[in-house]
């Protein structure tokens, strides 16, 4: 009995002492700075944005990127500090301009934007713009690599083929555009605003809306271009199926 006793005060005594160590240690980790991390959604850290899947009337848009903060909230806000690593190749004013950063009281995460330029050089040339966290007197860093706190854009305006654009009439759009052209998709894209016909998917009588809007605008030009009607990036005329 007594040897029961003694053992029970012992795990008693030594259960006490491993909660005041994790009182402790969970104290001292609360008191601590508070961090600051990119969330990259399934460990994705570089994104591709084209200009050229936007209206030609586009010059310039904005792109985000979106930080957690681990750490307890704060009432008043918190200033994040954001910068483009060396390794960047475009241009501070001319391809992009980073803002003035904070985390809003009570809040532990936000999505910082910063203004992209479409410049001519992009047409030809593709701009890496990484972004990187810098701890200041706000925040520290996650971790002490750079994978939590460095993000890549890679910002051009060269227009791509839609893969779904195939060669014949299983494909959609050929069906409702025709034979694919640059000069032909940027149209479409002016005309309508979109340059994703494919996800969501469109029910027939939205893909004939798209394309009356995309032939109207071929004949709009062609009406202002007497005698020189549009022609793609090969020479040939610019046509929508019936």
């Given at each position: 009995?007594?040897?029961?006793?003694?053992?029970?005060?012992?795990?008693?005594?030594?259960?006490?002492?491993?909660?005041?160590?994790?009182?402790?240690?969970?104290?001292?980790?609360?008191?601590?700075?508070?961090?600051?991390?990119?969330?990259?959604?399934?460990?994705?850290?570089?994104?591709?944005?084209?200009?050229?899947?936007?209206?030609?009337?586009?010059?310039?848009?904005?792109?985000?990127?979106?930080?957690?903060?681990?750490?307890?909230?704060?009432?008043?806000?918190?200033?994040?500090?954001?910068?483009?690593?060396?390794?960047?190749?475009?241009?501070?004013?001319?391809?992009?301009?980073?803002?003035?950063?904070?985390?809003?009281?009570n809040q532990n995460s936000a999505?910082?934007?910063?203004?992209?330029?479409?410049?001519?050089?992009?047409?030809?040339?593709?701009?890496?713009?990484k972004l990187r966290l810098v701890?200041?007197?706000?925040?520290?860093?996650?971790?002490?690599?750079?994978?939590?706190?460095?993000?890549?854009?890679?910002?051009?305006?060269?227009?791509?083929?839609?893969?779904?654009?195939?060669?014949?009439?299983?494909?959609?759009?050929?069906?409702?555009?025709?034979?694919?052209?640059?000069?032909?998709?940027?149209?479409?894209?002016?005309?309508?605003?979109?340059?994703?016909?494919?996800?969501?998917?469109?029910?027939?009588?939205?893909?004939?809306?798209y394309k009356a809007q995309a032939?109207?605008?071929?004949?709009?030009?062609?009406?202002?271009?007497?005698?020189?009607?549009?022609?793609?990036?090969?020479?040939?005329?610019?046509?929508?199926?019936?």
């Amino acid at each position: 009995m007594k040897k029961n006793h003694i053992l029970k005060s012992s795990c008693i005594a030594f259960m006490l002492f491993l909660s005041a160590c994790t009182a402790k240690e969970i104290l001292i980790e609360f008191n601590e700075s508070p961090t600051i991390y990119i969330v990259k959604l399934n460990g994705i850290d570089t994104s591709v944005y084209s200009f050229a899947l936007k209206p030609t009337s586009i010059t310039s848009d904005t792109i985000y990127l979106p930080v957690q903060v681990s750490g307890k909230l704060s009432s008043t806000a918190r200033n994040v500090s954001l910068i483009a690593d060396d390794n960047s190749t475009a241009l501070p004013n001319v391809h992009y301009k980073l803002l003035s950063y904070t985390i809003e009281p009570n809040q532990n995460s936000a999505r910082l934007p910063i203004v992209i330029y479409r410049t001519q050089d992009l047409k030809t040339n593709q701009v890496l713009l990484k972004l990187r966290l810098v701890q200041n007197e706000s925040f520290k860093l996650f971790k002490e690599n750079t994978f939590d706190s460095t993000y890549n854009f890679l910002i051009n305006d060269v227009l791509s083929r839609p893969s779904e654009w195939g060669t014949n009439s299983n494909s959609q759009y050929f069906f409702y555009f025709g034979a694919y052209s640059r000069v032909k998709y940027q149209l479409i894209i002016n005309a309508t605003g979109k340059f994703d016909f494919i996800n969501p998917p469109l029910v027939s009588g939205e893909w004939y809306f798209y394309k009356a809007q995309a032939r109207n605008a071929l004949i709009a030009y062609n009406n202002s271009n007497p005698g020189n009607p549009l022609r793609d990036e090969n020479g040939a005329l610019v046509t929508f199926p019936n």
